[in-house]
């Protein structure tokens, strides 16, 4: 069963493989993305986050999802060493987004994590009527379980930052989170928090992992650190990572789960 719906401004792509499994499962994971998109878009002007940046929502009074979000949002900021920060991409570097003592400084705009964190959770709303083997697709973020039955595997191409009709390398498993942070059809959207500048040592980050939501923010932050990315994403527990430089250079950490390029 494929579907493909727009939500959150992108293509969002469905793949459920178990013949038993009704179209209900996907409503259901469809009707979350939509609830997502209503409550943190930072384009709808009645989303909880365009209320609580133009100071008509108090942050307590916020849906708790919102308040764990960004919560969340401040922990990837400690953990990337500030560059993954939901404040900076919103308003360039005006106020403090990476002190978590001043929660809110100014607009904040959380859809790094969001998107993960939303595809993870649509995920677990397919296995809960009963998908275990499907994928789900938020604009080249995946969450993948299972098989792509009748295959034994998942295969992901990640596209080549500077070929639109390239795959750079190819993703295989059974279990895959995989996020991918570059200058692609929306051109260079990070800027490195540090400075307010984009980005000029790395086209692409792809992160492998647990949890998708935290692989979408640790690719932000690694294209966001630019020439320290190799060496910070060595560091990482429990996440792999493939990056491609500006000159063309493709690094990978030891244990990225590459699949064969056809």
Known sequence: MLRVESVMGMPIRIDVRDPGVGPEAVQAAFDWLAEVDMRFSTWKPHSEISRINRG???LEDAHPDVTDVLARCLELGELTGG????WAVAHGLEGDGRDPSVFLPGAVEPSGLVKGWSV???????????????SVN???DIRARGAALPAATWRIGIQHPRQNDAIAAVVEGNDLAVATSGAYERGNHVIDPHTGEAPRDVLSATISG?????ADAYATAALAMGAAAPEWSTQLVGYEALLILAD?????????PFGAVD
């Open 210 to 214: 647990d949890d998708l939501g935290t």
């Open 83 to 86: 560059y993954f920060d939901a």
């Open 248 to 256: 063309g250079t493709m690094l990978s950490t030891r244990r990225f």
């Open 120 to 134: 993870e959770r649509a995920g677990k709303l397919l296995e809960a009527h009963g998908a275990r083997n499907y």
């Open 138 to 140: 938020a604009g080249g």
């Open 56 to 58: 008509e929502l108090a």
